[in-house]
């Protein structure tokens, strides 16, 4: 049986908390952490009805895209649709997550998997992690264990650099200590200066694995207190950020392009900006409510920015450079329970994993 904290460590480990807005509220919803879970139900939103199909399904986990709790609940009395929702599933025992905007930031998150059905080649992501979601790592490590410390931290996520991976820089030189009569060190005796040989490893992490490269620092090193130092970064981090870019296989007409964003997404209409008789080739997405990245597409160059939630006025920021495709927020966001899907497969190839049926899209077209 898999306990439910071993398939939230699994997913934070894959899309951090500290990746979601500030609005957010991913994570665990209801559930004790320790319990043993047997399955899951992947859906979009957890409504009453999907709680209802957990119970006949007899599977006590449901892994969402957005949040049932988005804001504080002062009470749980049913008056409305979340309270009843939460209390559904407390009283049957089923444990809520949910995967929201943690997920749309990163690499292989929403917006990958919407570019994925379109065919679109050489994605990047659109506005890669902010100032201070890297760091830099410096260890001073005896020569003889240089090596040891360096793949102790590169497995522990460090040092990959684009496609490139156990990235570091590496100079040697003497390092002094004196330890008080309370020490064993490693090399020297207490109460003595000692000189050492010494590497000095540079390397750099995503912020969110600092604890980890800690801890692996400690168990790979050999002195009792082992010096390091970590620096804040300005650098860009494009191992998660948001919104995608990619090229079409062949330049389409912008007629054929909203046909296939029709087909693709099953969207029922397509709210667009005025079409600009030119050639679709490379195009810019952005899962959920993306109009505050409309500006990052325009810079790309691409003709077409396909998201949802667009607002009116919104809408003239276009300025014809770039034609808006708002196809729906649940559209856009619909293939989000395919990751979940994909990911806990790879780790958990045994999990009961079921697709919910319930349509809980609470927007319907006449």
Known sequence: MTKLKDIVTYLHGIAPLSYQESYDNSGLQTGDADM?????????????????????LGINLIIAHHPVIFKGLKKLTGDNAVERTVIKAIRNKIAVFAGH????????????RMAEKLDLENISILTPG???????????????????????????????????????????????FRGSVNTHPFAGKPGVLHTE???RTETIFPAHLQSRILRAITEAHPYEEPAYDIYSLENEYHGAGLGITGVLPAPLSEKEFLDKLKTVFNASCIRHT???????HKVALCGGTGSFLLGAAIRTGAEFYVSADFKYHEFFNAD???????IGHFES????????????????????LHFSKVKTNPINYY
């Open 130 to 176: 902010g100032k201070e979601t890297l760091r830099k790592l410096v260890v001073f490590v005896p020569v003889e264990y240089a090596e040891k410390v360096r793949k102790a931290v590169f497995k522990a996520g460090a040092g990959t650099v684009g496609n490139y991976d156990e990235c570091s820089f590496n100079v040697t030189g003497e390092g002094t």
């Open 274 to 280: 005025p079409l600009l008789n030119k050639p679709v």
């Open 320 to 326: 014809r450079n770039i034609v808006i495709a708002d």
């Open 197 to 199: 040989k010494e590497v």
């Open 333 to 352: 966001e619909q293939f989000t329970t395919e990751i979940f899907y994909d990911l806990l497969l790879k780790k958990f190839p045994n999990f009961v």
């Open 101 to 112: 905007t943690n997920f749309d930031s990163i690499a292989e998150g929403v917006s990958k």
């Open 36 to 56: 043993d879970v047997n399955g899951a139900l992947l859906t979009i939103d957890v409504t009453e009805e999907v709680v209802e199909e957990a119970v006949r």
